[in-house]
């Protein structure tokens, strides 16, 4: 898994690098048009390796492969409800469907599309709820999720704000 996540990161990086040239020559803003470029890229590069963190939570209960510090279970919650067999694989693949999620919402993302912020909260908060299901063993995906919520508030807020200013 952790090879299949470096090859990505580096094919993302390279492909990252080109478009950043690409669009530091398109936006002629100078310093500006780049850094927000760069911020969008590497935002994007984080998101899509989110999602690839969350293929442990298919590989594991689908039991495709063995992931140290993850065990094969049937329960949820700190072990409090056994959801059983059905129930594990069941949660798996809406591991599966977020891992998904956060690659297209991180492509979506990068190329600068509307839609990629409500997409990124919406996972964000599925993923948090999949990630206290999942605990314990995901406290750093609960960690991670929220920083996305939080960032993302942010983003909206500003934005708002800014959107707000230029009315007046």
């Known amino acids: 898994m952790t090879r299949l996540s470096s090859v990505f990161a580096r094919a993302v990086a390279g492909l990252a690098a080109r478009d950043w040239a690409a669009g530091a020559r398109r936006s002629g803003h100078g310093g500006a048009g780049k850094e927000r470029l760069m911020l969008q890229i590497s935002a994007a590069v984080v998101l899509a390796v989110h999602g690839l963190i969350h293929l442990i939570g298919f590989v594991v209960p689908w039991q495709l492969a063995t992931v140290d510090g993850f065990p094969y279970r049937t329960t949820v919650l700190a072990g409090y409800l056994d959801v059983g ?9 809406l591991w599966l469907a977020c891992a998904l999620g956060f690659v297209l919402a991180a492509f979506a993302l990068w190329r600068g599309e509307r ?6 909260v919406g996972l964000a908060i599925a993923s948090l709820v999949l990630c206290v299901l999942g605990l314990p063993g995901s406290e750093f995906g609960v960690v991670v999720n ?8 942010y983003l909206v807020l500003s934005w708002q704000a800014t959107a707000g200013f230029a009315q007046r």
Not at 85 to 93: F, T
Not at 115 to 120: D, E, F, G, I
């Open 85 to 93: 067999e059905i129930g594990a694989r069941v949660v798996g693949g």
């Open 115 to 120: 839609r990629a912020m409500p997409l990124v």
């Open 146 to 153: 929220v920083a996305i919520l939080a960032v993302a508030a």
